[in-house]
């Protein structure tokens, strides 16, 4: 009996052992299901973190493809206001030179001017602000317009506008001076001509009389004159005012327009090209009589 009872309070004592070693093994299975809810609450936030960077950085991402979409809108808006702008100045520069004739722009071309020819022009453009001598209209930044052969007008935009080669004019010799166009009221040996007025120069195209039917393309340049001395004759071929910048004809339809650079014949400074214009020559209705 005491056997027997000896051995029961063995198999109790290791009845309790492995009571108390289930215990430890449930403690540790709950930490381990504790850790295992901790895992999985951290990864649900990570997920959540990760979605929400997400949809961040595709609202972030949207937001800047609508920007880029505004901002292009924008700069399209911009360009489209600044060709109707040029086109506008172009039909209200028209002095009915053809009064028979009215003309149709088919056509605008923003032209680039290299580098060079830009900054050149904006320092011109600067230093003539900064003169006290000149009045305001002397100073201001205006459209005016040249027109060429088309081989020409393609020199002129890349290289600016430079002086005639005229032989006669750079290379004078003794006796009896050639008859020539020297430039009605400038050489144009040493400056360039330009007007206020489109149709003024379409005659150049050509070097005729514009017709119906005729199409051609003008040069819009941008031009700040300087000081200017007004011609109320005509003197051919006339060199440059000392003193002055540019000459204004007796009609004030053209500018003569010179610097030290066209004085070298290099291209003009204070002119830089903005605007090809296309245009088409129509017959016009001028002098229908009213039906009543």
């Known amino acids: 009996l005491k056997s027997e009872q000896s051995q029961l309070e063995s198999e109790q004592s290791q009845l309790k052992s492995e009571q108390s070693q289930l215990k430890a093994e449930q403690s540790q299975l709950k930490s381990e299901q504790s850790r295992m809810q901790h895992l999985q609450d951290v990864q649900v936030r990570l997920e959540e973190e990760r979605r929400a960077r997400r949809q ?26 600044e060709e109707l702008e040029a086109k506008m100045h172009f039909m209200r520069s028209i002095t009915n030179t053809n009064p028979e004739l009215v003309f149709e722009v088919t056509a605008m071309r923003r032209v680039a001017p290299p580098a060079e020819l830009l900054r050149g022009f904006e320092e011109a453009a600067a230093a003539m602000e900064a003169r006290a001598d000149l009045a305001l209209p002397e100073k201001m930044r205006r459209m005016v317009f040249h027109t060429a052969p088309a081989d020409a007008l393609a020199r002129i935009e890349q290289e600016g506008m430079r002086p005639c080669m005229c032989s006669v004019c750079l290379k004078p010799t003794s006796g009896v001076w050639p008859e020539h166009d020297a430039g009605f009221f400038g050489n144009h040996a040493l400056g360039v001509y330009v007007s206020r007025h489109a149709d003024y120069t379409f005659y150049y195209q050509r070097q005729r009389k514009v017709q119906p039917g005729d199409t051609g393309t003008v040069l819009m340049l941008e031009l700040v004159t300087g000081k200017t001395k007004y011609f109320c004759v005509k003197r051919m071929g006339a060199p440059p005012t000392k003193g002055y910048d540019c000459h204004e004809s007796p009609t004030h339809l053209e500018f003569f327009v010179w610097d030290q650079d066209t004085l070298q014949q290099r291209a003009c400074l204070r002119l830089l090209p903005r605007w090809a214009v296309e245009w088409k020559a129509v017959k016009s209705r ?7």
């Open 56 to 81: 961040a950085y595709e609202s972030a991402l949207e937001s800047a493809r609508l920007l880029d979409a505004e901002k292009q809108a924008r700069r399209q808006a911009e360009q489209r206001y």
């Open 286 to 292: 001028f002098g229908v009589l009213h039906d009543a």
